[in-house]
């Protein structure tokens, strides 16, 4: 009887942590600002404690976690109107490269060494410090450079090119199966998709393991190995 109450107990907590997170959103999930961060630990120590102690009532883990969503939701609601409340919270970007000189300060400030500036910078495929303009340590941790614009990727606006607009690339046959609502989205039936899979040398939708499209009839197709 004990076991089926920790199954059950995690369960509970496990799908509960899973609302929770998903509830604090998309941007919350991809890099954790400092107060996220902290409500994110906190929730996940409090859901382990009923896990490691059936005595613990459960209302006393979920409850909780409960109240810190509340907390984050509206701390993030309100730095979302004040911009001094977020710089407060959250604080500012700083400028660990102005106009190619390192600034020393704010690299002090910021606990970070002319090591991990190259490091951070080699991650982006830079290795040479000299052709950046700005290296910009944002709120998250993340490291953003922008190049002098002599050595910044050319656009196609700069070679004066007008490349046409493909669209975006949906997967239309996911691992053998074939995905319907995408298909339809591209204005295509099966029959469209046998052709151009026989073009690649497969009878079928179950032969390949990937296979994309775009509205203007680009196809990118991978079969299955055997």
Known sequence: MSLAIVIIRTLIVYFSLLAFMRLMGKRQLSELELPELAVAVLIADLGAHPLQDIGIPLLNGLLPMAVLFCCEALISGAAL???????????????????????????RRARFTPDELMEQLRSKNITDLSQVQYAILETDGELNAVLYPPYRPATAEDLGLSPSDGGYPVIVVNDGRVLSDNLAALGRDEAWLRRELARFGLARPGDAYLFTADKKGAVFCAPKEA
Request: without cysteine; positive net charge.
């Open 81 to 107: 109107r004040s911009p001094r409340l977020r710089s407060a919270l959250f604080g500012r970007p700083s400028f660990l490269v102005a106009e190619g000189r390192i600034n020393q300060r704010e690299m």
